[in-house]
């Protein structure tokens, strides 16, 4: 068996080069993304691992079938960039990593809800002034907020736990109850439940497709004067223009953003030697009160290195046995 991994990140290597060693099986790193040219690199290997937030071309299908390759395994969850229409054209199947850490994530969102109550962020914007005040920067405290978190998944239930033991008041909202946290009795009727009875609304759904917002100047409306807002999922859940009048206008005390709209292109690229051409993103990034960071809340070693082998395993289960556990369902 020959495998080929596209998107290799520096940080991603040995985790490949060790999981090749181990199970004896010859897997080429490529740093380039996967496209309809590079995916000529293929040609001659049994499955293709890749990670990437750019789409993915369905020209690239249509290739590796004509080379045989029909298994695709993604080293992360979201499958908002795969054309589906395409690999069932080509028979090609798709398994993602389901759970690398939930914790990174949780524990990222937390983390940085913890920063926006006591205004880290303004904080050590003033201390590297040497400007040593403490007003305007007075802190809220947790353990007097609720917190509605909306989507309990493995991602949103690692949250609950953390902001539990913080004493926060816990409610929570999804289409599919999970009977652990129904029988706390945690769950409240609808989203629009949830926004309202929030003091911070923290996200862990899936993209709804373009445009299909949950953060807008209508639920906005909806939500307590004061409320925050924490997301560590996708982007495009939040109109982050109306989120930003928002912040600005003081409706909103203000946000954690992980992720952002317009983001592919921008983050984990250096343009700090560029003209910066988002004007919104921008005036974001000046806000004392939005904290935004550039889709690193699954950025650690454990979460990384789960991402690297899981793929890999997927892979192979799929080449020898026709199915893995984390195969994709392409009809749903
Ligand atoms: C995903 O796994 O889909 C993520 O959002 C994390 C990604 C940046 C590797």
Do not use: C
């Not at 080069?17 to 040609?43: G, Y």
């Not at 206008?249 to 910066?276: I, P, R, W």
């Not at 454990?302 to 892979?315: D, E, F, Q, R």
């Amino acid at each position: 068996m020959k495998l080929i991994d596209f998107g290799v990140r520096e940080d991603e290597k040995k985790y490949i080069q060790e999981w090749s060693k181990t199970n004896d099986i010859e897997v080429k790193i490529v740093t380039d993304l996967l496209t309809p040219e590079t995916v000529k690199m293929a040609q001659g290997y049994d499955g293709i691992v890749a990670y990437q937030q750019l789409p993915y071309d369905e020209k690239i299908f249509d290739t590796m079938n004509e080379f045989g390759i029909h298994v695709l395994s993604l080293r992360n969850v979201g499958v908002d960039n795969v054309p589906f229409e395409a690999l069932k054209r080509n028979n090609i199947r798709l398994t993602n990593v389901p759970s690398y850490s939930p914790e990174a994530i949780a524990e990222y969102s937390v983390a940085g809800l913890m920063a926006l109550l006591r205004n880290f962020k303004h904080m050590i914007r003033k201390v590297d002034q040497h400007d040593f005040r403490w007003a305007p920067d007075i802190g809220r405290e947790l353990n007097q907020l609720t917190v509605g978190v909306a989507g309990t998944g493995r991602i949103g239930r690692a949250t609950i736990k953390i902001y539990q033991g913080f004493g926060a008041k816990v409610i929570a909202y999804d289409k599919f109850h999970n009977p652990e946290i129904e029988k706390q009795g945690l769950y409240v009727d609808d989203l629009d439940t949830l926004l309202k009875e929030s003091d911070v609304v923290t996200l862990h759904i899936p993209s709804l497709g373009k445009g299909h917002t949950v953060i807008n100047k209508d639920t906005i409306a909806e939500m307590k004067d004061n409320a925050i807002v924490v997301n560590s999922a996708r982007g495009d859940l939040i109109n982050t223009e109306e989120l930003y009048d928002a912040v600005a206008n003081g409706k909103l005390y203000g946000a954690v953003l992980d992720v952002y709209e317009n983001e592919v292109g921008v983050f984990n690229t250096d343009l700090s030697d560029q003209e910066f051409s988002d004007k919104l993103l921008e005036r974001v990034i000046k806000s004392n009160r939005i904290i935004l960071t550039p889709h690193i809340a699954f950025y650690t070693t454990k979460a990384v290195k789960n991402m690297a082998t899981v793929s890999l395993n997927s892979m192979v289960s799929e080449l020898e046995n026709g199915s893995s556990e984390n195969e994709i369902n392409l009809d749903k």
